[in-house]
C-alpha cells in the first residue's frame, strides 16, 4: 500500500514537472510568430491606427474593424492620433509593443517615416499590416486596398471635366501632403490630365488641408481668392469635400465652382441634393475595416503569408487573394462607387 501511495506521488510531481517545462518553453515562444502563440487559445488582441481623431471615415472604418474583431473573439484596440503625422503615430506603435498586442493595422500618415517602429512590431512577432493609406513594402506584412487606385484618380477628373465643361482652372484639395492613399491618387489625376481631351483644363494648386476641418475650409477659402477664375475643385478626401462644401455653400457659388471628390454620403447629402457637389466618390469605410480585420486574423492564424496567391475567407465579404502590389503585395476590395442624386438619401443612412 504504501509503495502504491509513493508511485502516485512520484507520479504526480513527474506530471506537474513536465507540465512546467511545456508551459516555460512555450512561453518563451511568445514573442516570435509561431504556430504555438496562435495555439494558445488566448484572446487575441488586434490594435488599429487610424490617421487621426475627429474624422468620421476613420470612425466607420474602425466600427467594420471592430464588428470583425467581435467576430473573431478577439480583443479591438482602437487609436489615433489627434494630429495627422508620423511622429504621433510611432508614439502609438511604441506602446502597442510593450502591450505585446498580436497584431497591427494602421492607417498611415507617412509611407517610409514608419519603417523603424513597425520593422520592430514585426521583429516581435506582431502582425502588421496597412489599410486605406499604405505604408512602404518594407514596413508591412500586406496592405488592404479600398478600391483601384488608377481608378479613384480617373474618375475624378473625369467628373470634374465634364462638370466645367472640359475647360478652365481646376485645384486639388487633399489631405496631409505625405498621405500615400491621396498622393497616388494625385498622381493617377495628373497622369489622365495628360490626356488630350483636357488640354484646356489647368490644375493650378494642390492644397492640404491635413484632413482637420478648419484648416481644410481655410485652404478652401485661399484657393477661391487666389484663382478667383476657379471653375473646379476635387478633394479626394471626405474632410475636404465636406469643408468645401460648405464654403461653396456659404458663399452662394452654386453652380459656378463646381466640386467632386471622394466623400461620405452621410456628410455630403446635402451638398449633392442643393447641386454644389453633382456627384462624387467613395466605398464603403466599414466593409474596408471589417476586412482588414478579418486580413489580420489569418495572418495570426497562420492561413495567409501576406504572399501573392495567398487566400482567405474575410467574414462577410467574401473571399480574398493576396495580389502584387509593386515590390509588396496587396488585397484589392473594389471599385469606387458614384453618389449622386438619385442614390445618395438611400446612402447617408448607411456611413
Ligand atoms: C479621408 C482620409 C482617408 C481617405 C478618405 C477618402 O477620410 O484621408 O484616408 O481614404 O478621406
Known amino acids: 500500500m504504501k509503495k502504491l501511495f509513493m508511485l502516485i506521488v512520484t507520479s504526480v510531481l513527474l506530471l506537474g514537472v513536465l507540465a512546467a517545462c511545456s508551459q516555460g518553453s512555450s512561453s518563451g515562444d511568445s514573442q516570435k510568430p509561431s504556430k504555438d502563440k496562435e495555439d494558445d487559445g488566448g484572446q487575441k488582441k488586434y490594435a488599429f491606427i487610424f490617421k487621426n481623431t475627429g474624422n468620421p471615415y476613420g470612425e466607420k472604418m474602425m466600427d467594420g474593424f471592430e464588428e470583425a474583431i467581435k467576430e473573431l473573439n478577439g480583443e479591438a484596440i482602437l487609436r489615433a492620433p489627434d494630429q495627422p503625422t508620423a511622429e504621433a503615430q510611432i508614439q502609438i506603435i511604441e506602446q502597442l509593443i510593450t502591450q505585446k498586442v498580436d497584431s497591427i493595422t494602421i492607417t498611415g500618415n507617412d509611407p517610409d517615416a514608419l519603417q523603424p517602429a513597425l520593422t520592430k512590431a514585426m521583429d516581435a512577432g506582431i502582425k502588421v499590416i496597412s489599410v486605406d493609406s499604405a505604408v512602404n513594402a518594407k514596413s508591412r506584412i500586406t496592405h488592404v486596398n479600398q478600391a483601384d487606385p488608377e481608378a ?4 475624378q477628373i473625369e467628373a470634374i471635366s ?3 465643361g472640359g475647360k478652365g482652372q481646376i485645384a486639388i484639395l487633399s489631405a496631409t501632403s505625405q498621405a500615400t492613399n491621396q498622393n497616388l491618387w494625385i498622381e493617377y489625376m495628373q497622369k489622365e490630365l495628360e490626356k488630350d481631351e483636357y488640354k484646356d483644363i489647368e490644375l493650378v494648386k494642390v492644397a492640404y488641408g491635413d484632413d482637420l476641418r478648419d484648416k481644410s475650409v481655410s485652404e478652401t477659402e485661399a484657393l477661391l481668392k487666389t484663382y478667383p477664375k476657379l471653375k473646379g475643385i476635387i478633394a479626394p478626401t471626405t474632410v475636404g469635400i ?3 462644401g460648405k464654403v461653396l455653400t456659404d458663399k452662394g457659388l452654386k453652380g459656378k465652382v463646381m466640386l467632386t471628390g471622394l466623400g461620405l454620403p452621410s456628410e455630403m447629402a446635402s451638398y449633392i441634393e442643393s447641386g454644389v ?6 466605398w464603403n469605410p466599414i466593409d474596408v475595416g471589417y476586412a ?7 495572418l495570426i492564424k497562420g492561413d495567409i503569408e501576406g504572399e501573392v496567391g ?10 480574398k487573394e493576396v495580389v502584387e502590389d509593386g515590390d509588396g503585395t496587396q ?8 453618389f449622386e442624386k438619385s442614390n445618395i438619401a438611400e446612402w447617408k443612412e448607411v456611413y
Open 277 to 282: 457637389c453633382p456627384w462624387m466618390y467613395l
Open 310 to 319: 495567398d487566400k482567405f475567407e474575410a467574414g462577410r465579404t467574401g473571399a
Open 152 to 155: 479613384i484618380g480617373r474618375v
Open 242 to 244: 465636406a469643408a468645401a
Open 162 to 164: 465634364e462638370m466645367i
Open 331 to 338: 488585397i484589392m476590395l473594389g471599385e469606387p462607387f458614384k
Open 292 to 298: 482588414a480585420g478579418y486580413t489580420a486574423s489569418a
